[in-house]
């Protein structure tokens, strides 16, 4: 379904495409980085195939000076920076799977239009694969890159508590069943 989607929207897309780069060239005109990257960023999550679309929202991150992100977009052109790949993948821990999800690419490798961009995708999902010992699909988002490794602790946090509370109520319960009978 999602695959359907995104072929659909390629069909409809140059006007809203052409001219969402425009307003990013007027934002970037006026000094607001931000608000084009913002619409680089869309536009590359809804049209991930588009590697000038993912080039050019890396060139708005050197910008900004955002190495990580930069290295990210840029992981699948012609001449990628090696520093940046590096600040990429050291963000994902350098792990496989992390910079498989972190590249947001969706469909299939056969979607990407260069040679380079289609090897490096099918050598990246290969090496994830062989870490996390099963079959991946560039649909299934899993962990973003760069999580702090709170999220996690905040998630057992949440379970710890949610467990100390019923025990609570039982306990609760018991000793008031207790004082009526």
Request: net charge neutral.
């Amino acid at each position: 379904m999602r695959v359907a989607a995104v072929r659909a929207a390629a069909r409809v897309a140059p006007v809203t495409v052409e001219r969402t780069l425009a307003r990013v060239e007027a934002d970037l005109d006026k000094g607001d980085v931000g608000m084009a990257r913002t619409r680089l960023k869309s536009l590359v999550e809804s049209l991930p195939q588009r590697l000038d679309a993912r080039e050019r929202l890396a060139d708005v991150c050197r910008l900004e000076g955002d190495r990580v992100e930069a290295g990210r977009w840029s992981y699948l052109s012609e001449q990628p920076d090696p520093d940046e790949e590096a600040a990429f993948e050291r963000a994902c821990g350098r792990d496989p799977v992390r910079i498989m999800r972190g590249l947001r690419w969706s469909g299939s490798e056969k979607d990407a239009t260069t040679d380079l961009a289609r090897h490096r995708l099918l050598d990246v999902r290969a090496r994830a694969e062989a870490a996390a010992g099963r079959k991946l699909d560039w649909s299934d988002r899993g962990r973003d890159v760069g999580g702090p490794w709170w999220d996690d602790a905040f998630a057992v946090g949440c379970l710890l508590t949610g467990l100390v509370l019923a025990f609570l109520v039982i306990v609760g319960a018991v000793t008031v069943f207790g004082w009526i009978f």
